[in-house]
T-cell receptor, first 115, second 118 residues
Framework: EAQVTQNPRYLITVTGKKLTVTCSQN?????MSWYRQDPGLGLRQIYYSMNVEVTDKGDVPEGYKVSRKEKRNFPLILESPSPNQTSLYFC??????????????FGSGTRLTVV | AQTVTQSQPEMSVQEAETVTLSCTYDTSENNYYLFWYKQPPSRQMILVIR??????QNATENRFSVNFQKAAKSFSLKISDSQLGDTAMYFCAFMKEDYTGANSKLTFGKGITLSVRP
């Protein structure tokens, strides 16, 4: 089954304790992206990657890091989490090229709480 | 930069009736894609319908259809014969057409919460 797998689904952590949210896709998609969803703000892009070793900032990159060492994986790293990073996070992937765009395939989301 | 506006935060509809969710966007691009995503309480983001800007015909998927007005930059979603399972948050989203992938970003509106009453 074609899917984007995120882990964990729920995470509670303390301020300053480094954490990683994993994301993996099995569709051989070139493009991967991280979004955060906050009430009243919709989804905002954090980082994206167009292919292996190619990453760039989205609209709200502060406090986050990403890496793309393999095509299928795109982890999100919070080196020193703060309470304002409490949010719902989504990983998504998409195929690049051709005129037909099917939209992103999303993971199931990670609910992160930083206390 | 593109912006997507969903001005209604909440709507309610009686089961079996029809409801229309509004969305406007702002862009200087001529070629782009528009989407409606559904997010039920399970949090999963589900693609409901998509529209290519170069197509004049409005997209339809079963009970879901859009009214795409390119000149007015309007992209509303009509849900016919509403069902209890349609209760969810709905997001309108924009993507510029770019084969290089550099601008494959989906820009979302703030969403609208739709409640279907039994």
């Amino acid at each position: 089954e074609a899917q984007v797998t995120q882990n964990p689904r729920y995470l509670i952590t303390v301020t300053g304790k480094k954490l990683t949210v994993t994301c993996s896709q099995n569709m051989n998609h070139e493009y991967m992206s991280w979004y955060r969803q906050d009430p009243g703000l919709g989804l905002r892009q954090i980082y994206y990657s167009m292919n292996v070793e190619v990453t760039d900032k989205g609209d709200v990159p502060e406090g986050y890091k990403v890496s793309r060492k393999e095509k299928r994986n795109f982890p999100l790293i919070l080196e020193s989490p703060s309470p304002n990073q409490t949010s719902l996070y989504f990983c998504a992937s998409n195929h690049i090229g051709g005129r037909t765009i099917y939209g992103y395939t999303f993971g199931s989301g990670t609910r992160l709480t930083v206390v | 930069a593109q912006t997507v506006t969903q001005s209604q935060p909440e709507m309610s509809v009686q089961e079996a009736e029809t409801v229309t969710l509004s969305c406007t966007y702002d862009t200087s691009e001529n070629n782009y894609y528009l989407f409606w995503y559904k997010q039920p309480p399970s949090r999963q983001m589900i693609l409901v319908i998509r529209q290519e800007a170069y197509k004049q015909q409005n997209a339809t998927e079963n009970r879901f259809s859009v009214n795409f007005q390119k000149a007015a930059k309007s992209f509303s979603l009509k849900i016919s014969d509403s069902q209890l399972g349609d209760t969810a948050m709905y997001f309108c989203a924009f993507m510029k057409e770019d084969y290089t992938g550099a601008n494959s970003k989906l820009t979302f509106g703030k969403g609208i919460t739709l409640s279907v009453r039994p």
